[in-house]
């Protein structure tokens, strides 16, 4: 199993500051054949489901707004909020989806307003 | 736009099954290259990836829980649903019904989530 790991576990940023939330995976989901990473990142706010926010690691889902942003590739991901807003306090999850039949999720980055 | 909704009962006895089933409106569960998934997540946890099912059939689970899920879908009534037997404390989390795409290997469409209970 692909296990997703996650840091920190929480942090706190000033409104309009940087947030950066780390993933790291135990194995690589490049897949080689078409040079994808296979990791989305995912918004949840208390009593909502997840919302997707960006996929292959770096492609932005429709809507979600360009302060949020994918990198990374291998076994390494970043995402970055590039100037925090107040809606933005959340938990973030990375997920793999290389490793079929099992989909995995990291634990989870609480991101609070300092 | 695809909605999902979950629905069955909220508690349920351990050594019981848990079913719970998937409603899938604005579109067909038939078109398109997607699956259909379930996902937990116990009260203050992470997410749990249960299982997929495609419209053909195919269907996958997380390994650890293989055992004891069954994953099904009924395309006349445009839903799926999900059964996981010999239910203990351990299986009492907020179940959450997903649409993925192979197109992007995510999950778009989530329903609210619905919160089942295991307890005598």
């Known amino acids: 199993d692909i296990v997703m790991t996650q840091s920190p576990d929480s942090l706190a940023v000033s409104l309009g500051e940087r947030a950066t939330i780390n993933c790291k995976s135990s194995q690589s989901v490049l897949y080689s054949s078409n040079n994808k990473n296979y990791l989305a990142w995912y918004q949840q706010k208390p009593g909502q489901p997840p919302k997707l926010l960006i996929y292959?690691?770096?492609t932005r889902e429709s809507g979600v707004p360009d302060r949020f942003s994918g990198s990374g590739s291998g076994t390494d991901f970043t995402l970055t909020i590039s100037s925090l807003q107040a809606e933005d306090v959340a938990v973030y999850y990375c997920q793999q989806y290389y490793s079929t039949p099992l989909f995995t999720f990291g634990p989870g980055t609480k991101v609070d307003i300092k | 736009q695809v909605q999902l909704q979950e629905s069955g009962p909220g508690l349920v006895k351990p050594s019981q099954t848990l079913s719970l089933t998937c409603t899938v409106s604005?579109?067909?569960?038939?078109?398109?290259?997607?699956?259909w998934s379930w996902i937990r997540q116990p009260a203050g946890k992470g997410l749990e990836w249960i299982g997929r099912?495609?419209?053909?059939?195919?269907?996958n689970y997380n390994p650890s829980l293989k055992s004891r899920v069954t994953i099904s879908v009924d395309t006349s009534k445009n839903q799926f649903s999900l059964k996981l037997s010999s239910v203990t404390a351990a299986d009492t989390a907020v179940y959450f019904c997903?649409?993925?795409?192979?197109?992007?290997?995510?999950?778009?469409?989530w329903g609210q989530g619905t919160l089942v209970t295991v307890s005598s």
């Open positions: 997903a649409r993925g795409t192979d197109s992007s290997g995510s999950y778009l469409f």
């Open positions: 292959w690691a770096s």
């Open positions: 604005g579109g067909s569960i038939s078109s398109g290259s997607y699956y």
């Open positions: 099912i495609y419209t053909s059939g195919n269907t």
